[in-house]
């Protein structure tokens, strides 16, 4: 089958930065439809349909891996560390003030192919960072064993958005090497926090919520373009940052170093 492209897209067509259509579909499908070369699909990205991949990560293995990086965040010091040689496996507090490209408060745990990974974050990863890569066109494993040294590297980002407030401003990744945006739930509504969550924004500037339809291990996949946001997670609550509770996801994608 001929696949059209993303970059064939973008040439032809403007992007629509609104949702559409929130679409569910089992991960093992969405897997299918990747190895097929599947054009609805990638049209239908990229023309502002949401898919929210059901069962793509196991839920237990999920939580597992955030209440030991919570662990980790608390018996660490939170520090940040540009891209370059020697750069650790680290996690960073933001709190409104903090240099970030959006205004947003919350608790980021960064990891990157080259260092050890005792919670073996890549290998859970590593299938769902392949499709991605094979989707967008790019050679699956063409970033994955950089190092700092290359211009571009594969990174893991776990993000806590805390009780208290937790949030990210609407912002889009129209800038980013990847196509799509990845983002794996590792927290349930109603049981982990009670109130915000990821939003989109519909043709008629109204916001779109999504955590009230996904479960931990979904995973929810979007064009970069889609304009999103978090609105602040129980924001009536005093934010306690040694509290496991709040909003986490979990994204994956290839970003630039410090060295270009």
Sequence with gaps: MNSISFAELEKSHFTNVFARNIIKIEYQEYKNRILKNDSELIESLFFGDIYIVKNAYKKKLLEKIRSELHEWGTKTKASYHEIKEGVPNFHRILDKDGKFYVSSKWHGYYFFNFNKDPW????????????NQKIMGFNEKETFNNSPKDKYVTRVWIVQYPQGGGYIQAHDHSSDVFCLANIAIMSEKGKDYNNGGIYFI???????????????????????????????VDPNIKTDWKSEKGRWVMMYGNVPTNNY
Excluded at 203 to 224: C, H, P, R, S
């Design 120 to 131: 073996n974050i890549f290998n859970i990863a590593e299938e769902k960072y392949f499709l």
């Design 202 to 232: 519909d043709e008629n500037a109204n916001k779109i919520f999504i955590d009230d339809q996904v479960e931990v291990g979904d995973l929810l996949v979007t064009y970069k373009r889609q304009v999103h946001g978090v609105d602040p």
